[in-house]
């Protein structure tokens, strides 16, 4: 059992440990004033998230994918599901059948101060890693423009052209364009958006 003397010592021992190691306590208590630097300005949602909080809600989606040039688009029915989370990034979730097959997709998009643009990332049960995007946004004309690179189906790195634009409030039609053998960009496919009420 530990006696008096032991714990009294052992106190004392500690409260030196703390003024010896923290001279901006000693410091405070002299002065009244705290050394601590000061805590920088926690980030604030602007404008551009403005951008992206629009999207908030559920939303059913038509995808049409042209699977060869000149083929007409096979089409399929879908859900995306968009949240804010602390009003600075948003995030997406889409379900949908793509090939007779359930997809399911995950996406987070941030407005980049530093780089002055949207920068996302999406995976999918359909590739192989993550993809990421670039984009700026177009008061004017309503729509962002921008380009995106990740695996295929197959693993190869693909770039591809992706405008979103906004008909009205409650509509929103993504496509993405891809390039053919001969070079030649085309639609590749296209999500036509309708906001559920």
């Known amino acids: 059992m530990m006696n008096g003397k032991w714990i ?4 004392g021992l500690a409260a030196a440990l703390v003024l010896a190691v923290s001279p901006s306590v000693r410091a405070q208590q002299a002065t009244g ?3 601590a630097p000061p ?4 980030v604030q949602p602007g404008p551009e998230h403005a951008v992206l909080q629009h999207d908030e809600g559920t939303w059913d989606a038509t995808v049409e994918m042209t ?3 000149g083929a007409p688009p096979a089409v399929s029915k879908g859900v995306e599901t968009v949240r804010m989370a602390g009003g600075l990034f948003q995030i997406t979730d889409f379900q ?3 090939m ?3 997809f399911r997709g995950h996406g987070v998009t941030i407005w980049d101060a530093a780089k002055k643009k949207y920068v996302s990332t999406w995976i999918d049960n359909m590739s192989s890693g993550f993809t990421h995007g670039e984009a700026t946004y177009d008061a004017g004309a309503k729509t962002m423009s921008g380009t ?3 695996p295929d189906m197959t693993g190869k790195i693909m770039s591809v052209r992706a405008v979103t634009s906004w008909p009205d409030r409650d509509s929103r039609v993504f496509t993405m364009y891809m390039k053919g053998p001969d070079g030649k960009e085309a ?3 296209t999500i036509t958006y309708k906001r559920r009420k």
């Open 187 to 189: 639609p590749g496919m």
């Open 8 to 11: 009294a010592s052992t106190a």
């Open 96 to 98: 949908s059948e793509m």
């Open 33 to 35: 004033k705290s050394e």
């Open 67 to 69: 699977m060869a040039p």
């Open 148 to 150: 995106m690179e990740g």
């Open 100 to 102: 007779g097959q359930p």
């Open 39 to 42: 805590m920088p300005a926690m």
